[in-house]
């Protein structure tokens, strides 16, 4: 019983500590996006995670950083001696297990598909679309409280670090924002401004308008590809049957593992 | 055609059609299986609930039902179907030329039948091309750059090999050229979905009109960014048109960024069928207004004008199709089914 209780309890910490991993196109946490579909601790030690993604065919890169992301995330709990990453029914998905799995370094094992280039070039893209939504987000949060352009643009770090917004998506992303802005060094002193462009520079107050018209691009562009990835994730394992009241979805597939199944059979 | 509330008569071109075989008797492999999979989940997931087929039928379906969803129960006047091979994965083809061409020989007037090639083939890609505009007089081709090839996994439009190819087509008269923008796999240092080699390819072949398929879709923003700039980029609206139905504000949101980047001169419609029918889409699509707030921020709306240019006028003209002349011959010889 006390061991059932613990392992149940060591679950939900793994569950809380992937919320931390992002789908990175997306950035979203891969447990909202109902990604990941079986935690396992077995002994106390030893973390098994299973995710699936919404079709065979998302990009590989980006399922490798997924899994690499899981990966890391489980590796820092001080309990953890092993971790086992699952990723089902993918096309590159044999590739992504064996990789992460290897205890190879991240980077190595990507190297191996890339003639030695490493992922700068895609990390640094999605961290920018990343960035841009965020502080769309926070900006727009900023007008509604009734601040001016002029006001928000010279707003520092320590500034914007006092800002409490009352609920919201701003609310959500404030703390996101700021960790990427200072986790990219986009700004680090507390008199830094607040609200840099990701190429890093001031933005003046009569281009806010503009500038938020693009990052409004970026933000429709990611909405609109979550929420393709949510329904496709929510009908990927069903089928229609035409019953007398017309065609309905149904929920079962024979020898189909479905999202979230409690006891998944390997396949 | 589309007869709206008032009576006006809306020439429909639908710009993105297909006729695939998904069949498991055509599929060489798990990966035939999961392309056709993966089509029904945008099917299920995205179309009206009285609107759904059954796995089987979706997997493959007749002539027949093409000229009914088309045609007679669907306000199509023209079709554009697009090639699509996927050699890797199926034994004869997902959806091949000589195919739909011997399906649209019921109707050729209201068939638009689109080539397809694999510039990784190098010079039997350029036979290729040759071949279908010596037998079928192609006016367009569908791209497909996420296709598996041997050991490749996907392919950029300005790979040298492709430019040799679309060097051709120009020379050919062949000057649509639609573009989907798969995920490719390999390498995995770049983004799957990237769209910029529509930017070089656009640039450096004036002559020829790029019609980027789902908007470029994933990468919609930078798509907008791209056709912003280049006179000669479509954007094709297969896969945005279903959200109408399931998210209409922000099919809203995409359709005003689209207008005032891309403008509404250079969108085309496409049911993407059989993933979807164009008869609720274009229903639909015709009551549709943007939302207030969001058409505000832009500056933009769906007028009626616009509406017609979209499901119709844009793609004709690309098509030279005289759509007056087109609306008379159509009359004389309206699409009926066989009896049964």
């Known amino acids: 019983m006390h061991v059932e209780v613990l392992k149940s309890e060591l679950e939900l910490e793994v569950w809380g500590r992937l919320e931390s991993v992002t789908d990175p196109e997306l950035d979203e946490p891969i447990t909202e996006m109902g990604f990941v579909e079986r935690v396992e601790v077995t002994d106390a030690a030893t973390v098994n995670v299973e995710f699936r993604l919404p079709t065979y065919w998302c990009s590989p890169n980006f399922a490798f950083m997924m899994a690499f992301g899981i990966r890391q995330a489980i590796k820092s709990m001080p309990w953890v001696k092993q971790v086992d990453v699952q990723l089902n029914d993918h096309c590159f998905g044999d590739k992504v297990n064996e990789g992460v799995n290897s205890g190879r370094a991240y980077h190595k094992v990507f190297a191996e598909y890339c003639d030695g280039a490493d992922l700068s070039e895609v990390t640094d893209k999605f961290n920018a679309k990343a960035f841009d939504r965020r502080q769309e987000t926070v900006l727009l949060g900023l007008q509604a409280q009734g601040r001016d352009p002029k006001g928000i643009v010279a707003m520092t770090l320590s500034q914007l670090q006092k800002v409490t917004f009352e609920g919201g998506e701003e609310a959500q992303q404030l703390p996101r924002y700021l960790d990427l802005l200072i986790s990219q060094g986009l700004a680090v002193h507390p008199d830094d401004p607040a609200f840099p462009t990701w190429e890093g520079q001031a933005i003046a107050a009569e281009d806010v308008t503009e500038h938020l018209k693009r990052l409004r691009s970026t933000r429709i562009n990611m909405e609109f590809n979550g929420a393709l990835c949510r329904g496709l994730a929510k009908t990927r394992y069903k089928e229609v049957e035409i019953g007398p009241d017309g065609p309905t979805l149904v929920d079962f597939i024979t020898g189909r593992v479905l999202p979230g199944a409690a006891t998944p059979v390997s396949s | ?340």
């Open chain 2, 1 to 340: 055609m589309f007869k709206t509330p008032d009576g006006k008569e809306i020439f429909v071109l639908d710009g993105h059609t297909h006729f695939w075989d998904g069949s498991p008797e055509n599929q060489s492999n798990v990966h035939g299986k999961q392309f056709i999979d993966c089509f029904y989940a945008y099917h299920t997931n995205l179309s009206p609930e009285d609107q759904l087929w059954e796995k089987a039928k979706f997997e493959k379906y007749s002539a027949d039902d093409v000229y009914r969803d088309l045609f007679v129960d669907g306000p199509d006047d023209m079709a554009i179907i697009q090639s699509t091979y996927l050699s890797d994965f199926y034994k004869n083809g997902f959806s091949s030329i000589e195919r739909s061409h011997s399906m649209a020989e019921r109707h050729p007037e209201r068939f638009i039948v689109n080539g397809t090639f694999d510039p990784r083939d190098g010079e039997k890609a350029l036979e290729y091309i040759h071949y279908m505009k010596e037998t079928f007089d192609i006016k367009g081709v569908k791209m497909y750059t996420a296709e598996w090839n041997g050991d490749s996994k996907g392919w950029a439009l300005n790979d040298p090999a492709a430019y040799k190819c679309f060097e051709l087509c120009d020379k050919l008269g062949i000057r649509n050229i639609h573009v989907h923008k798969g995920p490719t796999i390999i390498p995995l240092s770049k983004d799957a979905f990237d769209v910029h080699d529509v930017d070089y390819a656009a640039t450096d072949f004036q002559n020829l009109n790029w019609i980027i398929e789902h908007c470029g879709l994933p990468r919609l923003d930078d798509f907008c960014w791209i056709a912003t700039q280049e006179t000669n980029v479509y954007g094709g609206l297969a896969v945005a048109m279903p959200f109408i139905h399931s998210r209409p504000r922000y099919f809203g949101e995409v359709m005003a960024e689209l207008l005032w980047w891309v403008g509404e001169d250079k969108l085309l419609f496409g049911s993407d069928y059989a993933i979807w029918t164009p008869q609720w889409l274009v229903e639909k699509f015709w009551d549709y207004q943007i939302p207030d707030d969001i058409a505000q921020e832009r500056g933009v709306q769906l007028t009626d004008e616009i509406k017609e240019k979209i499901l119709g006028l844009n793609a004709a003209k690309i098509y030279d199709i005289d759509v007056e002349a087109k609306k008379a011959q159509l009359a004389g010889s309206p699409v009926q089914m066989a009896a049964e």
